[in-house]
């Protein structure tokens, strides 16, 4: 029909349509809808006023003050509606066809704002200098009207593609709470790096979700080995809901990329918790995957955290990428110390630590191949050196002393032979087993652990680190003999991490290969009575857990035994609500387990209701049944 020269003079004519298409409803329709809903028109279509466009006031004026109502609405519809001289011909046909002219100029007026939005994205895509010089203008020409819904979509598109909109825009969109709430977050942005308190609001539901996603996997009713709290790798965590909406917030601004990551140290600090540490190295991969180089060139853990990210991925430290990890550590300059606090976090990031933990395993099993010594492996060292600085990571974010933490070189030289001789007291009983029993000596599986073994447990976090995960080692080998030596040790940890969410969950999830051994009181006592129930009156999650664990397993424990478990897990009033679900599921599936028949241990016979048939006594009848096996009288 006719081409747009101007991005202003669209702006124009979409608002003359807007003005025509008021004053085309009759007056009764729009008092119709009470006083309160013409007073918000008013104010929506003042903008109108302000840049010289008759509207809907306008035209009741006219008709108010003229002699001739008819000959002022002809008026009042050639200047305000299309400026095409040559359309006007072609109006009476709409009339004609029964198409009436407010159809007509809507759709007229909807394609324009297309047409008008498209041109704002091109005019901010291309490469002329002066381009956002044109926004800025056309921005000014436009705000007036932002409150107008049919042209709030041009005006929060030019304000989308400005690199910078004017301050005194941006303050009136943050006062008011419907615009800030329909702006781009391009714009949100520009708020965003100026209002740390009002970005906080925004940033803090998700970090609280983020929290409550953490601690509802570990406390899930699914108890498995093949899937639990690590399952997932890098990426898929990546791509959920609360980091992908944080990466989309942040943008390229490194401003609100410090303002997060300020944040999670804070709440690290306040609650300890550390899956905020998990974040903040997933927050930079994510933006690492975007190539968001403008962040990630100027965030030092940057490819600290990548190298890790993939051992994390391998879960395995191999000696390339740990010498690698050890040349990020060594190279961090005088001067510039506070990256120690954002490495400690990353390495405090469980999924981090179950790695290092992981791999220090993997390389103890591979020196007592070799007959070779802790102290000797380098590999060894830097997996303790990198988990005591993640271990380390709250002393140092709250004490500021921004220093790599010594490593206990006892934990090398007593913690770690101590340990290794518990491997080969099971190395050593298993094979034992297996030996015809001409060869067996009377070797009787020890029931006692080291003394340096129990100690550094109660005394040092990262040797009951190594030492937690040791015994979920032994649990994935359905070492019976071993978990029932191991487990009461565990009673009294450093910071009681034998009872921490994370090693409980892991804990409950590799019982579950050995199910069958819970139809023994010895197992049973050593799983309940010796662990988990000296701590499930004063720690509610220790109580959680157990009960997890029990809704999994209660069909294989003997039913005197689950009798009294049960009587000592019942809740308390004070309980929290998860708690007690569990208890009554546990009930329930309990009193089912009562009530349905049992298993026989033969099946029964197959009774069709066929009366028997008499067969006739012959000779050769007689013969054959005498001398062979008598035929069954049971019915078939």
Known sequence: MWKCTSGYRCVLLISNFNATLKSAIPAEKTYSTGQNRVQTAMKTFSGL??????????LKETLTNCTEPLKAIDQFQMENGILLPTLQSALPFLDLHGTPRLEFHQSVFDELREKLMERVATIAEGKEEDRYNKLEELLEKSFPLVKMPSIQ?????????????????????????????????????QIWQDNQALFGDEVSPLLKQYIVEKEAALFSTDL??????????????????????????????????????????TLFLR?????????????????????????????????????????IREKFVDAKRARELQGFLDGVKKGQEQVLGDLSMILCDPFASNT???????????????????????DLLLLLRMLSLGQGAWDMIDSQVFKEPRL?????????????????????????????????TSVT?????????????????????????????????????????????????????????????????????????FGTDEFCATVFDSFLLTSCSSKENVHRHTLRLLNHLHQKVLPSYMETLMKTLEPPKQSSEPVKELYTQLVEKLEAQKRSPPQPDEPPPLDLGLHPVTVPTTATTTTTTTSSTPIPTTPV
Not at 229 to 254: A, C, D, H, Y
Not at 453 to 459: P, R
Request: negative net charge; contains cysteine.
């Open 49 to 58: 006023t302000e840049l010289g466009i008759s509207n809907g006031e306008d």
């Open 408 to 440: 206990d070189l006892e934990v090398v030289t007593r913690f770690l032979p101590a340990m290794m001789s518990i491997v080969v007291d099971d190395y050593t009983f298993t094979v034992e087993q297996k030996l015809p029993s001409e060869e067996k």
């Open 271 to 311: 609650t300890r918790n550390v899956h905020y540490c998990t974040l903040r190295a997933e927050l930079l991969m994510s933006l690492h995957d975007l190539d968001i180089s403008e962040i990630c060139l100027v965030d030092p853990c940057h490819k600290f955290t990548w190298c890790l990210d993939a051992c």
């Open 224 to 265: 498995s080995i093949l899937h639990n709290f690590f399952t997932p790798s890098p990426k898929t965590r990546r791509q959920g809901e609360v980091v992908q909406q944080l990466t989309q917030m942040i943008g390229k601004n490194v401003k609100l990329y410090d303002m997060v990551l300020q944040f999670l140290r």
């Open 445 to 517: 599986y020890p029931t006692t652990l080291p003394d340096t073994f129990t100690k550094f447990l109660q005394e040092n976090r990262v040797a009951c680190e190594m030492g937690l995960y040791y015994v979920l080692h032994i649990a994935k080998q359905r070492n019976k003999n071993a978990l029932q030596r191991m487990l009461p040790a565990l009673v009294e940890t450093h910071n009681d991490m034998g009872f921490g969410d994370i090693f409980l969950h892991l804990l409950t999830g590799h019982l579950t290969l050995l199910s069958d051994e």
């Open 356 to 378: 290092l933990v992981l791999s220090t395993v993997r390389n103890l099993q591979e020196l007592l191949s070799q007959d070779a010594l802790p102290r000797d492996s380098t």
């Open 153 to 189: 979509p041009v005006v929060m598109q030019v304000m989308k593609h400005l690199p910078k909109v004017p301050e005194k825009k941006l303050k009136q969109v943050m006062a008011d709470k419907e615009l800030y709430k329909v702006c781009a977050v391009e714009v949100k942005r």
